[in-house]
Protein backbone atom coordinates (compact mmCIF):
# COMPACT_ATOMS: atom_id res chain seq x y z
CA UNK A 1 0.00 0.00 0.00
CA UNK A 2 1.04 3.43 -1.12
CA UNK A 3 1.12 7.27 -0.45
CA UNK A 4 0.63 8.98 -3.83
CA UNK A 5 3.91 8.49 -5.91
CA UNK A 6 4.98 5.27 -4.91
CA UNK A 7 4.04 1.63 -5.33
CA UNK A 8 6.07 -0.86 -3.34
CA UNK A 9 4.65 -4.15 -2.74
CA UNK A 10 2.11 -5.57 0.18
CA UNK A 11 2.01 -8.92 1.62
CA UNK A 12 -1.23 -9.33 3.59
CA UNK A 13 -1.53 -11.83 6.16
CA UNK A 14 -3.87 -12.69 9.49
CA UNK A 15 -6.42 -10.89 7.76
CA UNK A 16 -10.33 -10.23 7.14
CA UNK A 17 -10.85 -10.46 3.58
CA UNK A 18 -13.81 -8.17 3.35
CA UNK A 19 -12.21 -5.38 5.45
CA UNK A 20 -8.73 -5.80 3.55
CA UNK A 21 -10.54 -5.43 -0.34
CA UNK A 22 -12.04 -2.55 1.34
CA UNK A 23 -9.24 -0.86 2.46
CA UNK A 24 -7.39 -1.56 -0.63
CA UNK A 25 -9.77 -0.60 -2.60
CA UNK A 26 -10.37 2.91 -0.91
CA UNK A 27 -6.27 3.19 -0.90
CA UNK A 28 -5.73 3.08 -4.26
CA UNK A 29 -8.65 5.07 -5.71
CA UNK A 30 -7.02 7.90 -2.83
CA UNK A 31 -3.88 7.27 -4.60
CA UNK A 32 -4.84 7.42 -8.11
CA UNK A 33 -6.51 10.82 -7.83
CA UNK A 34 -4.01 11.91 -5.60
CA UNK A 35 -6.90 13.71 -2.98
CA UNK A 36 -6.90 15.36 0.25
CA UNK A 37 -4.79 14.22 3.66
CA UNK A 38 -8.15 13.49 5.16
CA UNK A 39 -9.69 11.21 2.50
CA UNK A 40 -5.95 9.28 2.69
CA UNK A 41 -6.20 9.43 6.71
CA UNK A 42 -10.11 7.79 5.99
CA UNK A 43 -9.31 5.10 3.99
CA UNK A 44 -6.05 4.14 5.98
CA UNK A 45 -8.63 4.43 9.38
CA UNK A 46 -10.50 0.98 7.10
CA UNK A 47 -7.60 -0.83 7.71
CA UNK A 48 -7.40 -3.20 10.31
CA UNK A 49 -5.78 -5.92 9.03
CA UNK A 50 -1.67 -7.08 9.32
CA UNK A 51 0.24 -5.27 6.67
CA UNK A 52 4.29 -6.02 5.91
CA UNK A 53 5.05 -3.43 3.29
CA UNK A 54 8.23 -4.13 1.77
CA UNK A 55 10.28 -1.45 -0.57
CA UNK A 56 13.34 -1.51 -2.09
CA UNK A 57 13.14 1.44 -4.79
CA UNK A 58 11.25 4.30 -2.80
CA UNK A 59 12.79 6.32 0.37
CA UNK A 60 11.47 4.10 3.06
CA UNK A 61 11.54 7.03 4.86
CA UNK A 62 8.59 8.75 3.15
CA UNK A 63 6.81 5.83 2.87
CA UNK A 64 6.64 5.93 7.04
CA UNK A 65 6.12 9.26 7.44
CA UNK A 66 3.55 9.03 5.41
CA UNK A 67 2.03 6.10 7.15
CA UNK A 68 3.55 6.22 10.16
CA UNK A 69 5.09 3.81 12.08
CA UNK A 70 2.77 1.34 13.57
CA UNK A 71 -0.67 2.04 11.88
CA UNK A 72 -2.32 2.66 15.30
CA UNK A 73 -3.00 6.44 13.84
CA UNK A 74 -5.45 4.45 11.70
CA UNK A 75 -6.87 1.88 14.00
CA UNK A 76 -4.35 -0.86 11.84
CA UNK A 77 -1.28 -2.65 12.60
CA UNK A 78 1.54 -2.35 10.30
CA UNK A 79 4.68 -3.89 10.03
CA UNK A 80 7.88 -2.41 7.42
CA UNK A 81 10.18 -5.14 5.93
CA UNK A 82 13.11 -3.84 4.43
CA UNK A 83 14.35 -5.63 1.23
CA UNK A 84 17.98 -4.94 1.68
CA UNK A 85 18.78 -4.79 -2.21
CA UNK A 86 15.93 -5.12 -4.85
CA UNK A 87 16.33 -8.55 -5.74
CA UNK A 88 13.26 -9.23 -7.07
CA UNK A 89 9.60 -9.74 -6.29
CA UNK A 90 9.83 -13.15 -5.25
CA UNK A 91 12.77 -12.09 -2.66
CA UNK A 92 10.66 -9.67 -0.95
CA UNK A 93 7.93 -12.33 -0.32
CA UNK A 94 10.85 -14.23 0.93
CA UNK A 95 11.91 -11.95 3.39
CA UNK A 96 8.29 -12.07 4.64
CA UNK A 97 8.54 -15.96 5.73
CA UNK A 98 8.77 -15.10 9.10
CA UNK A 99 5.99 -12.40 9.01
CA UNK A 100 3.46 -14.97 7.46
CA UNK A 101 4.35 -17.58 9.17
CA UNK A 102 1.64 -20.29 8.78
CA UNK A 103 -0.96 -18.15 6.67
CA UNK A 104 -2.02 -18.07 3.43
CA UNK A 105 -1.29 -14.68 1.73
CA UNK A 106 -2.37 -12.10 -0.67
CA UNK A 107 0.34 -10.40 -2.25
CA UNK A 108 -0.56 -7.24 -3.79
CA UNK A 109 2.30 -4.80 -5.96
CA UNK A 110 1.12 -1.45 -5.16
CA UNK A 111 1.31 0.26 -8.82
CA UNK A 112 -1.73 -1.97 -9.52
CA UNK A 113 -5.44 -0.76 -9.86
CA UNK A 114 -8.10 -3.27 -10.38
CA UNK A 115 -11.55 -2.48 -10.24
CA UNK A 116 -13.78 -4.36 -7.60
CA UNK A 117 -11.08 -5.17 -5.74
CA UNK A 118 -9.84 -9.33 -4.97
CA UNK A 119 -12.48 -10.39 -2.35
CA UNK A 120 -13.84 -13.03 -4.85
CA UNK A 121 -10.53 -13.98 -5.64
CA UNK A 122 -9.36 -14.56 -2.35
CA UNK A 123 -12.28 -16.26 -1.62
CA UNK A 124 -12.08 -18.64 -4.80
CA UNK A 125 -8.67 -19.10 -3.70
CA UNK A 126 -9.25 -19.93 0.15
CA UNK A 127 -12.11 -22.99 -1.00
CA UNK A 128 -9.98 -23.91 -3.87
CA UNK A 129 -7.44 -25.90 -1.63
CA UNK A 130 -4.70 -24.33 -4.00
CA UNK A 131 -1.02 -23.37 -3.33
CA UNK A 132 -1.12 -20.47 -5.33
CA UNK A 133 -3.42 -18.58 -7.56
CA UNK A 134 -3.24 -15.75 -10.26
CA UNK A 135 -5.36 -12.38 -11.97
CA UNK A 136 -5.43 -12.59 -15.36
CA UNK A 137 -6.24 -10.16 -17.53
CA UNK A 138 -6.70 -9.83 -21.47
CA UNK A 139 -4.11 -6.91 -23.06
CA UNK A 140 -3.60 -5.95 -26.02
CA UNK A 141 0.29 -6.30 -26.00
CA UNK A 142 1.25 -9.01 -23.79
CA UNK A 143 4.85 -8.87 -24.80
CA UNK A 144 5.39 -6.54 -22.05
CA UNK A 145 4.15 -8.37 -19.33
CA UNK A 146 3.92 -12.27 -17.99
CA UNK A 147 1.78 -14.41 -20.00
CA UNK A 148 -0.16 -16.96 -18.94
CA UNK A 149 -0.01 -20.21 -21.25
CA UNK A 150 -3.51 -22.14 -20.53
CA UNK A 151 -4.82 -25.42 -21.44
CA UNK A 152 -8.45 -25.03 -20.91
CA UNK A 153 -8.66 -23.42 -17.96
CA UNK A 154 -5.77 -24.79 -16.53
CA UNK A 155 -2.58 -22.67 -15.86
CA UNK A 156 0.10 -24.41 -17.69
CA UNK A 157 2.73 -22.11 -16.93
CA UNK A 158 3.96 -18.84 -17.15
CA UNK A 159 6.10 -16.74 -19.63
CA UNK A 160 8.19 -13.45 -19.01
CA UNK A 161 7.84 -10.85 -21.69
CA UNK A 162 8.43 -13.51 -24.51
CA UNK A 163 8.95 -11.86 -28.03
CA UNK A 164 6.13 -14.71 -29.48
CA UNK A 165 3.36 -14.88 -26.40
CA UNK A 166 1.12 -17.70 -25.91
CA UNK A 167 -2.01 -15.81 -25.23
CA UNK A 168 -2.76 -12.30 -24.95
CA UNK A 169 -3.36 -13.02 -21.02
CA UNK A 170 -1.29 -10.83 -18.91
CA UNK A 171 -0.25 -11.88 -15.40
CA UNK A 172 -1.27 -8.60 -13.52
CA UNK A 173 0.19 -7.92 -9.72
CA UNK A 174 -2.18 -9.25 -7.54
CA UNK A 175 -1.27 -12.85 -6.58
CA UNK A 176 -2.12 -15.23 -3.71
CA UNK A 177 -0.22 -18.23 -2.04
CA UNK A 178 0.17 -20.72 0.28
CA UNK A 179 3.38 -20.87 2.87
CA UNK A 180 4.01 -23.71 0.47
CA UNK A 181 5.79 -20.90 -2.06
CA UNK A 182 8.43 -20.12 0.39
CA UNK A 183 10.03 -23.97 0.06
CA UNK A 184 9.73 -22.78 -4.26
CA UNK A 185 11.43 -19.58 -4.25
CA UNK A 186 14.39 -21.37 -1.74
CA UNK A 187 15.41 -23.60 -4.84
CA UNK A 188 15.35 -20.26 -7.37
CA UNK A 189 18.40 -19.14 -9.01
CA UNK A 190 18.55 -15.12 -9.78
CA UNK A 191 17.37 -14.27 -13.21
CA UNK A 192 19.41 -12.87 -16.27
CA UNK A 193 18.55 -9.50 -14.32
CA UNK A 194 19.59 -11.27 -10.84
CA UNK A 195 16.39 -10.88 -9.25
CA UNK A 196 14.58 -13.98 -7.89
CA UNK A 197 11.14 -14.25 -10.62
CA UNK A 198 7.52 -14.33 -9.38
CA UNK A 199 7.11 -16.09 -12.54
CA UNK A 200 9.71 -18.34 -11.96
CA UNK A 201 8.07 -19.11 -8.64
CA UNK A 202 4.56 -19.77 -10.40
CA UNK A 203 6.25 -21.86 -12.62
CA UNK A 204 7.46 -24.01 -9.75
CA UNK A 205 4.61 -24.78 -7.94
CA UNK A 206 3.33 -25.99 -10.95
CA UNK A 207 6.62 -28.51 -12.00
CA UNK A 208 6.38 -29.13 -8.10
CA UNK A 209 2.92 -30.94 -8.90
CA UNK A 210 1.16 -28.59 -6.48
CA UNK A 211 -1.90 -26.38 -7.96
CA UNK A 212 -2.16 -22.50 -9.00
CA UNK A 213 -4.98 -21.66 -10.38
CA UNK A 214 -5.62 -19.02 -12.90
CA UNK A 215 -8.95 -16.38 -12.86
CA UNK A 216 -9.34 -13.98 -15.91
CA UNK A 217 -10.71 -10.77 -15.01
CA UNK A 218 -13.20 -8.87 -17.00
CA UNK A 219 -12.51 -5.67 -14.78
CA UNK A 220 -10.78 -2.17 -15.60
CA UNK A 221 -7.28 -2.74 -14.30
CA UNK A 222 -4.19 -0.14 -14.87
CA UNK A 223 -1.04 -0.63 -14.13
CA UNK A 224 -0.24 2.73 -12.75
CA UNK A 225 3.71 2.15 -12.83
Known amino acids: VASPGTSPNVTIGKHDVTTYDSAVSDLLRTAASAT??????????SLAGTLAVTATEYPAASIVATLGRDGSAFGAQFTYIQQAAPLGIAHGVLVCREFIGDDAFALYLGDNVLRGGITTFVRDFAAAGADGAVILKAVGDPRA??????AGEQLLRVV???PEPPSNLAVIGLYAFTPAVFEIIETQQPSARRELEIADTINGLLASGRSDIATVTAEYWIDTG
Not at 36 to 45: E, G, I, P, Y
Not at 145 to 150: D, I, K, M, P
Open 160 to 162: EKP
Open 145 to 150: FGVAEL
Open 36 to 45: SDAVWSQAMA
